[in-house]
């Protein structure tokens, strides 16, 4: 049983319905327009080793391969969240996890000074 | 009448304040400072330290107790993204200038209080050691690093006269 049609489905309907709006630009390349699903964010103390810290969200999100297939460190990605009418800029930290239809990265703020 | 050991901190706290790039320091650590306390800080609070003071090794010699007390101080700033590395230098200079010489220079070691005759009285006798530095690098995803930064301060006393 061929269940590719099924699986193509559930990713175009959870990035419709979970999904918003992005753009994703790597370092020296074009703006690609495309949707992204953020995941729940882990709360933790930062920097690790040491009982005085912030709790801190690290936050990650899912990027359709489709149209990029790969998003390296340094990616900038603009995302217009839910109830906002301007996007918010994020830095892509690093590589959670690579899927056959999606990668997951962890992003931090994006910061004009590192620009 | 305070202990030698309360005068000590209450000096060292009182250095570590000047931390503000206001006053030329690289981080405003200074301007927020707990004593023997671990906050849940987020990350919109403000910059800030923690004075912790370890377990103390008392020894008998001469009639005289010495005791060798390990001070932790433990700083948390925002990354420099670029160089963390760099920002956790920064912050490891700010401490040492301001513990280390943000006091009368002739007694800077000795943690020491100015009397109300306006001179310095060393706390400690022996001066102000340098412990460990344990750097807190920047984690994936984690806009923060940190430092933890000892000190070993030695207190000679007489039994009951702490």
Redo the contacts between chains.
Sequence with gaps: MNLAPLRSLVREVNFSAHGVDATVAIPDGAPVATRIIWLTPITEQ???????????????MAIRRDALPAVPRGSTIAVTEHLLSSPTLW?V??MEAVFSDHQRV????Y?E??A | MSSKREAALVDLHRRLAFISVTKGYQTDVGEHIFLGE?P????D?PPA??I?VGSDSPTARGGQIHSRVPIEI???VPA???APLLTLELLIADVRRAVEIEATPSVDRFLGRIGDDGKPYGTLPQGLERGSV?P???????????V?IEYVATFVEGWGQP
């Design positions: 930062r920097p690790a080793g040491s009982e005085f810290g912030r709790s801190e969200a690290i936050r990650s830095t930290d690093g962890i992003v931090v703020p910061d000074q590192q | 671990v849940k800080l987020g990350p609070d330290l923690t912790m433990l700083a948390v420099d993204m670029a344990r807190l690098p920047r984690e994936q995803g984690s806009t923060f690093v940190g933890a």
